[in-house]
């Protein structure tokens, strides 16, 4: 029997984290010792004792980027109770942003996480606005309890990819 929070998620859409690009992943303000692979990759992410932490205040900025066009349908953002985060930004395609872009931009959609969805239940996104993803930046503004540590135990994101091939055959046949 599927877990309550796998089971909200939509037929058709699968575990995004084949399709990151590892070696551009980035997280600003990341403890040295509790740093983002820990939420964000297989294996890590599901280990209770393995975590992300910001290190001088509450707010972290990751950037993930994706080796092909992805479409987001809803993200998972688990962490504990009091310094689980609570406001989180989510920035499509756009690169390397630093804490002062994240006021400069509007963001594609702002999630409030509620204790449910800090346990793994996914929230779903303005999916409209994740249609051609090449990479996410998720801004974690601010914590449950409102302390200088925020942590976050796993972050996972849903999704497809974007079949690119039919619309290259496509152009091909338009050209003949």
Not at 62 to 76: D, M, N, W
Not at 155 to 172: E, F, P, Q, R
Request: glycine fraction near 6%; aromatic fraction near 6%; charge should be negative.
């Amino acid at each position: 029997m599927a877990s309550p929070a796998s089971s909200t998620i939509q037929r058709g859409q699968v575990d995004l984290v084949d399709f990151v690009d590892w070696s551009g992943v980035e997280c600003l303000n990341q403890s040295t010792s509790h740093s983002v692979a820990n939420a964000l990759k297989q294996g890590y992410r599901e280990d209770d004792g393995l975590h992300l932490e910001s290190e001088a205040d509450e707010q972290l900025l990751i950037y993930i980027p994706f080796t092909q066009v992805i479409k987001l349908h809803s993200v998972v953002i688990k962490g504990p109770e009091e310094e689980g985060p609570r406001t989180a930004k989510l920035f499509a395609n756009k690169e390397h942003m630093g804490f002062s872009d994240v006021n400069d931009y509007p963001s594609n959609d702002t999630v409030v996480l509620s204790p449910e969805n800090l346990k793994g239940k996914p929230v779903p996104v303005k999916y409209v606005k994740f249609q051609n993803v090449h990479s996410l930046t998720i801004f974690i503004e601010d914590n449950q309890g409102g302390g200088d540590i925020s942590k976050v135990q796993k972050i996972a994101l849903y999704g497809t990819t974007v079949d690119t091939t039919n619309m290259k055959d496509l152009k091909k046949i338009e050209e003949h």
